[in-house]
């Protein structure tokens, strides 16, 4: 049990030590503000390797949802970073729009649209899976998008393993109230 305790406190002091104030993830951009369209039924049909779910689903434009990422399959410990990527179809592929930070820090989740002069760090931290962190839906037409994200195998003290692709259908719909 102490063996199990010290491991644990040795894998949180590694990843906070890798964590510093100038330290970020840049997120590959494939896209800058493409025209989405739905996407074809095989799309949809794709089953993720990472299980990933968003609740509730549908959403609304900028309301907050809960993003869960489960260790279901995983073989190994695994992480996922501090934010992941909304993806809308632009009628070929997957295009990333938007930077969804999950809010894993002050539990408020950011989104930043990917090509516009805003900017935002997103810190190098891992966090543990299985885990279940808000976020905000970007603001986008009602339509089905899909939030890709990519989970980190830690294969030994040594370091990652392997990287699991992952994604989820998001469906926004129009808001009642609005």
């Known amino acids: 049990m102490v063996f199990r305790r010290g491991l644990l406190l040795a ?15 840049v997120a590959p951009v494939t896209s800058v503000l493409e025209t989405c369209v739905d ?14 779910s968003v609740e509730p689903n549908p959403v609304t434009a ?21 934010a992941t990527w909304w ?4 009628g070929t592929h997957w295009v990333d729009t938007h930077l969804v930070g999950r809010g894993w820090y002050d539990g408020t989740g950011h989104t930043v649209e990917l090509g516009t002069t805003d900017t935002w760090g997103v810190p190098d931290i891992g966090l543990q899976i299985p885990n279940a962190f808000p976020i ?3 603001d986008v037409e009602p339509g089905t998008y899909r939030l890709r994200d ?28 609005g």
């Open 62 to 82: 900028e309301s907050e949802a809960s993003l869960s990422v489960s260790d279901e399959g995983l073989l190994s410990r695994s992480i996922v970073g501090a």
């Open 39 to 52: 996407p074809p039924a095989a799309e949809l049909a794709v089953e993720s390797p990472l299980v990933i």
């Open 87 to 90: 993806q809308c179809w632009n």
């Open 136 to 138: 905000v839906i970007p």
């Open 150 to 177: 990519e989970a980190f195998t830690l294969a030994s003290d040594d370091g990652p393993g392997d990287t699991i692709p992952g994604f989820v259908i998001v469906r926004v719909v129009p808001d009642e109230q």
């Open 11 to 25: 894998f949180a002091a590694a990843l906070v030590a890798s964590c510093t104030t100038t330290s970020f993830l």
